[in-house]
């Protein structure tokens, strides 16, 4: 056993209830998402454990990216690909838009959310999980350039040689507040809006930093006055006051 695997075990996994933040997410997309919608995943990409989860959970998934490799996603029903403004898509289209890892790619708020509520049926809901702004993986990535995160990101989590590049970034709806205002002025219901921090997989180098990591991620969990500095913020929006 390697050390990454001894320590999730020890201070993670062997905690009773311990969920990691992937399953946190589908457990939230299974409550606010119903079973009967018909899903549209935003940058679902070439593969993607979330898309694989829709459609095992949901009517149908369509994705929607501006990389022509989302193509290769076996779990879609239909593939949109689009420069990044208008949604090629027909109003009222979807029950349920979703998003993992997007929003912080995201240029153009205003126009994305208003796009995201022209394709959504009233009643219809949009769920996402994104980094928090204020996370200090999220302020380094603000203050370094697109080149060092091609870099660095996967080799600080470890991730095999053929993972995808990061996209740029940009953290312009990454804060409760932004996203809360962004959704509430375009029509929208707040039904979950948290932060959440888990387990350090950006510490996955060496064991000096995971534990490093872990001793911020222990003091942001005692207390809700340190959420806004947990990682990543989960969210689930209605458009309006129907359900689906």
Not at 32 to 59: M, R, Y
Not at 65 to 83: F, G, K, M, Q, T
Not at 144 to 161: D, I, M, S, V
């Amino acid at each position: 056993m390697n050390w990454r695997e001894e320590y999730m075990g020890r201070y993670y996994r062997s905690i009773e209830g311990w969920k990691d933040g992937t399953a946190e997410f589908f457990d939230m997309l299974v409550t606010g998402v119903p079973a009967s919608a018909k899903v549209l995943e935003l940058g679902p990409g070439p593969a993607n454990a979330v898309t694989a989860f829709l459609s095992e959970n949901f009517k149908s998934v369509d994705g929607l990216d501006i990389d022509p490799a989302c193509s290769d996603n076996i779990h879609l029903r239909e593939v949109l690909v689009y420069d990044g403004g208008s949604f090629p898509v027909d109003d009222d289209g979807y029950d349920a838009v979703v998003c993992n890892y997007v929003l912080e790619h995201v240029e153009n708020p205003e126009k994305t959310v208003a796009e995201i509520r022209r394709v959504l049926r009233p009643g219809g809901v949009f769920a996402f999980r994104t980094p928090n702004r204020f996370h200090y993986v999220s302020l380094i990535s603000a203050l370094t350039p697109h080149w060092f995160h091609r870099l660095a990101a996967n080799r600080a989590r470890k991730l095999e040689g053929d993972t995808e590049d990061p996209y740029p970034t940009f953290y312009r709806m990454n804060t409760s507040g932004k996203i809360r205002k962004l959704f509430e002025n375009n029509g929208f219901a707040e039904l979950v809006l948290r932060t959440i921090e888990k387990e350090p997989s950006y510490g996955m180098f060496h064991p000096a930093v995971f534990l490093l990591f872990m001793l911020y991620e222990r003091v942001v969990n005692s207390c809700v006055e340190f959420s806004p500095l947990r990682a990543n913020i989960l969210g689930v929006f209605r458009l309006g006051d129907q359900s689906i």
